[in-house]
């Protein structure tokens, strides 16, 4: 008898059936492959990321498992009633479900509420067995041990590092803007072991895509003293390259810098997000301090990791006079890479919250809660003067000028440390990853940045009625 498939799609910026531009990118989300890893053998399964192919409509699966996160929830919806119309059983899940399952039930024929490592093989036998619920709720602080290693052999080739994979949850921070601090979890850790054995369980991959991996945390550096007993670990396996995401704070600990070396990290993700304290204070971001910056980037630089940092415009107390400083203040202190973005007052989020009782959102539309758009109005800055802003720095900084300098800059900050082969094969892996991110950044900027001060709604969001969307985000803050 034929298994049954399900097909588990991550969406990604509203493609819809676009040819995707974020090909590019280096890695895949974790919650595919992951999930993939939990999928019980009575069912085949695949996993497309939306970020690298469009969904296949045609495709030959029974079943369809749609991850997504909040400004995705629309065309999530339009994506399971395409495949409702074929007769498709379709299943929800992801960090927006989660959070407001209400919201998302009536779209789908089953959904999955928390975190899915005691709850995904249960909802698999059910679906095989034609005894599905409407609803499986996890266990509110779910226990991270023994978690099935994900399935990187599932994983795109357009993607450079099919290797991703997890070492904690949560977060110990409270930043305001966070969507973790809408329904907030305890910090908890994996298992070292657990952890070694995802980084190992790559035989179904060739050996040139076993050679760089990402831990896909939201705080790798939460638990200093577990990390460091990680990357001990990591050390022995010799990656030529790990990338990791952390809290600034970490880098006043020169163990953990000398040990990111050692484990042969060549990109660190630092949630940055501004040069301006007062705008860091306005969000709780407290564990920055603007004047640590330049020596902490240096740090990593000179033991060949490159800074990959978060920078957002529209926080509360920016100015013209910060905006017109900002791209020589980027030269100052350092940094390798930016990902910026514009603020992003997620749903339910303290965030949100503060603006909405201040009568301060402008734009309903979900699906333009993703970086490139401003939905609220700035207490000190114009529409135009944020958006003329968010262009200028992402011009500056991608100049192809200014990205050949920094390369440079790092690359002569190098060392020999060690053999001279393995210096070559690092200044390698370096330029590799740096121009990976700079190009896909750059490129990024041309196609939502560039184009116009204001990004275009596509066809699909112009179609999606306000007061509807208006009375949808009324309900979820409620929750």
């Not at 952390?246 to 949630?271: H, Q, T, V, Y």
């Not at 490159?306 to 030269?331: I, N, R, S």
Request: glycine share 4%; net charge neutral; aromatic share 10%.
């Amino acid at each position: 008898m034929k298994k049954p498939k399900i097909l588990i799609i991550v969406l990604f910026q509203n493609l819809l059936d676009e040819e995707p531009y974020y090909a590019l990118t280096p890695a895949p989300p974790l919650p595919g492959i992951l999930l993939a890893g939990m999928t019980p053998p009575i069912v085949d399964v695949e996993v497309l990321h939306e970020m690298v192919r469009p969904i296949d409509y045609n495709t030959n699966a029974d079943i369809i498992a749609i991850s997504f996160m909040d400004y995705l929830s629309l065309h999530a919806y339009e994506v399971a009633e395409k495949f409702h119309l074929q007769g498709k059983i379709v299943i929800g899940g992801g960090k927006f479900v989660s959070t407001f399952p209400e919201e998302a039930e009536p779209h789908f024929d089953s959904i999955l509420v928390g975190e899915a490592q005691n709850v995904w093989e249960e909802m698999v036998y059910d679906l095989v067995f034609g005894s599905l619920k409407k609803r499986y709720d996890a266990n509110p602080i779910p226990c991270l041990e023994n978690i099935p290693s994900p399935r990187f052999d599932l994983v795109e080739k357009k993607f450079s590092v099919p290797i991703v994979i997890e070492a904690s949850r949560g977060c110990p921070h409270t930043c305001t803007y966070c969507q973790l601090n809408i329904k907030r979890l305890p910090y908890r850790t994996r298992p070292v072991i657990d952890v070694i054995a995802d980084l190992k369980n790559t035989k179904q991959l060739p050996w040139y895509r076993k050679k760089m991996a990402m831990i896909h945390d939201n705080h790798f550096g939460g638990d200093l003293s577990n990390a460091k007993n990680l990357l001990k670990e990591i050390a022995k396996l010799k990656f030529w390259a790990i990338g990791v995401q952390f809290g600034i704070e970490c880098l006043r600990d020169d163990e953990f810098i000398e040990l990111l070396s050692k484990a042969n990290c060549r990109m660190a993700f630092i949630g940055m997000e501004s040069l301006n304290e007062n705008s860091l204070a306005s969000v709780q971001k407290k564990q920055n301090k603007v004047e640590e910056y330049k020596n902490a980037f240096e740090k990593l630089h000179r033991k060949g990791i490159l800074t990959f940092t978060g920078l957002m415009f529209a926080l509360e107390d920016d100015t013209k006079e910060y905006y017109k400083t900002l791209p020589e203040c980027l030269d100052k202190v350092g940094v390798s890479v930016i990902l910026p973005s514009i603020t992003i007052p997620i749903y339910g989020t303290p965030l949100y919250i503060k603006l909405k009782d201040e009568d301060r959102i402008t734009d309903f539309n979900i699906s333009h809660y993703e970086g490139d758009h401003l939905v609220f109005k700035h207490k000190n800055l114009t529409e135009e003067e944020i958006y003329e802003a968010y262009k200028n720095v992402n011009k500056i900084f991608y100049s192809l000028e200014k990205i050949f300098k920094r390369w440079l800059k790092i690359i002569l900050m190098q060392s020999i440390n060690e053999s001279f082969t393995q210096f070559i094969l690092k200044l390698l892996v370096i330029s590799f990853v740096y121009f990976k991110l700079s190009i896909f950044q750059r490129h990024h900027a041309k196609k939502r940045v560039f184009k116009k001060n204001k990004p275009q709604e596509s066809s699909f969001e112009k179609s999606i009625s306000k007061s509807e969307v208006k009375l949808t985000v009324e309900k979820e803050v409620i929750i």
